[in-house]
């Protein structure tokens, strides 16, 4: 790794590979990682047991901790944070990835419909089997959300159709399934209603080891797709007539993108709900700290939407006490506040 001048005269860390990254998009990253660190020790120490950070290092030095105290930390809380960073960066990373497609900044998985049909589906096999294993509920959820996607491959047409399309169809979609949802929570049997409510809303509170070992196979999963597709996306950010003219196959690639940004997003709902406005928030907020395309992009919004979760059910756990809030709630107090905060400078320095 080399540190050089690219053609536009910014610095850059240039690997043996030929990966060029700005000096800028590294430090943010280093910055994000940092943070997201000192993030997850300060929620470690949240809730009614007394027990942090410190505890967790005694820990894990074998010394002894009270069974409140061990429970609270490898039970609870720990799960809970792993979970909500994962599936704030899949979720963040689903966002970015569709921003691209669609060369639109408001959309995300949420208005495509993927997330909305991963939701029908799961709400679905709740109603007509409540006892479903969780493995049967992810291939419930994966095949809602590729139902929506190759329903958009279908409605908007070949290569040549525009992002903005795209953007439309899904959220024609996407309305046509929340009134279904509605429904659904309208006339199942109270106990399953109230349940799907909660789970609606978005919660950790089912964050397990096991879980986020199942989860960790679609995160991993993500970073290698990180590789592969931000070559592809920088190019769909300078649209898809000028992507075609760089010689990406938009025919080919576009549909592949739409799959990975579903699987992505799909997943997160399994694992903890539909988290409202994270796929447009964080991309934002990543752009704000430190502008970038390709996957420099992909690994900063993966990393600020890791960081809001934690940071959301932070909020939830140590600022509110005994409330039982919905992650999605939480998120959404932290996050459209530094939203607003964020557009406001970025339009002040555009009028300077």
Same mark, same amino acid.
């Given at each position: 790794?080399?540190?050089?001048?690219?053609?536009?005269?910014?610095?850059?860390?240039?690997?043996?590979?030929?990966?060029?990254?700005?000096?800028?998009?590294?430090?943010?990253?280093?910055?994000?990682? #940092?943070?997201?660190?000192?993030?997850?020790?300060?929620?470690?120490?949240?809730?009614?047991?007394?027990?942090?950070?410190?505890?967790?290092?005694?820990?894990?030095?074998?010394?002894?901790?009270?069974?409140?105290?061990?429970?609270?930390?490898?039970?609870?809380?720990?799960?809970?944070?792993?979970?909500?960073?994962?599936?704030?960066?899949?979720?963040?990373?689903?966002?970015?990835?569709?921003?691209?497609?669609?060369?639109?900044?408001?959309?995300?998985?949420?208005?495509?419909?993927?997330?909305?049909?991963?939701?029908?589906?799961?709400?679905?096999?709740?109603?007509?089997?409540?006892?479903?294993?969780?493995?049967?509920?992810?291939?419930?959820?994966?095949?809602?959300?590729?139902?929506?996607?190759?329903?958009?491959?279908?409605?908007?047409?070949?290569?040549?159709?525009?992002?903005?399309?795209?953007?439309?169809?899904?959220?024609?979609?996407?309305?046509?399934?929340?009134?279904?949802?509605?429904?659904?929570?309208?006339?199942?049997?109270?106990?399953?209603?109230?349940?799907?409510?909660?789970?609606?809303?978005?919660?950790?509170?089912?964050?397990?080891?096991?879980?986020?070992?199942?989860?960790?196979?679609?995160?991993?999963?993500?970073?290698?797709?990180?590789?592969?597709?931000?070559?592809?996306?920088?190019?769909?950010?300078?649209?898809?007539?000028?992507?075609?003219?760089?010689?990406?196959?938009?025919?080919?690639?576009?549909?592949?993108?739409?799959?990975?940004? #579903?699987?992505?997003?799909?997943?997160?709902?399994?694992?903890?709900?539909?988290?409202?406005?994270?796929?447009?928030?964080?991309?934002?907020?990543?752009?704000? #700290?430190?502008?970038?395309?390709?996957?420099?992009?992909?690994?900063?919004?993966?990393?600020?939407?890791?960081?809001?979760?934690?940071?959301?059910?932070?909020?939830?756990?140590?600022?509110?006490?005994?409330?039982?809030?919905?992650?999605?709630?939480?998120?959404?107090?932290?996050?459209?506040?530094?939203?607003? #905060?964020?557009?406001?400078?970025?339009?002040?320095?555009?009028?300077?």
């Amino acid at each position: 790794m080399r540190r050089e001048r690219a053609t536009d005269g910014k610095a850059v860390f240039r690997f043996s590979t030929g990966l060029e990254i700005p000096t800028g998009n590294l430090l943010a990253a280093a910055g994000l990682v #940092v943070a997201a660190v000192l993030l997850a020790a300060l929620s470690t120490g949240l809730g009614r047991t007394d027990a942090g950070i410190s505890d967790l290092v005694r820990l894990f030095f074998g010394k002894e901790l009270s069974d409140e105290q061990a429970y609270a930390l490898w039970t609870v809380r720990l799960p809970r944070i792993v979970m909500g960073f994962m599936a704030g960066w899949c979720v963040a990373l689903a966002g970015a990835i569709l921003q691209s497609i669609a060369r639109n900044p408001l959309a995300d998985p949420g208005l495509f419909g993927l997330s909305q049909g991963a939701m029908t589906m799961i709400m679905l096999l709740a109603v007509i089997a409540p006892g479903a294993p969780r493995e049967l509920i992810a291939f419930a959820a994966m095949g809602g959300g590729l139902a929506v996607a190759l329903l958009l491959i279908w409605l908007v047409g070949g290569e040549r159709s525009s992002g903005l399309s795209i953007l439309l169809m899904g959220i024609a979609i996407q309305t046509v399934l929340s009134s279904i949802d509605t429904l659904l929570l309208l006339y199942t049997p109270p106990e399953t209603s109230y349940a799907l409510s909660d789970w609606v809303a978005g919660s950790l509170f089912g964050a397990s080891w096991p879980g986020i070992a199942s989860f960790a196979v679609v995160f991993v999963a993500s970073l290698v797709g990180i590789l592969f597709a931000g070559r592809a996306l920088q190019a769909y950010d300078l649209g898809s007539e000028m992507a075609m003219a760089l010689g990406e196959p938009v025919g080919r690639s576009r549909p592949v993108l739409l799959v990975f940004a #579903v699987m992505l997003a799909a997943s997160a709902v399994t694992a903890v709900g539909p988290l409202t406005f994270l796929g447009v928030l964080a991309p934002h907020l990543a752009g704000f #700290v430190s502008p970038a395309v390709g996957r420099p992009r992909l690994l900063l919004s993966g990393l600020m939407g890791g960081i809001l979760v934690v940071a959301a059910d932070a909020l939830a756990r140590g600022l509110l006490g005994n409330i039982p809030l919905p992650i999605g709630l939480s998120l959404t107090l932290i996050g459209v506040p530094i939203f607003i #905060v964020t557009l406001s400078v970025s339009s002040r320095r555009r009028r300077a």
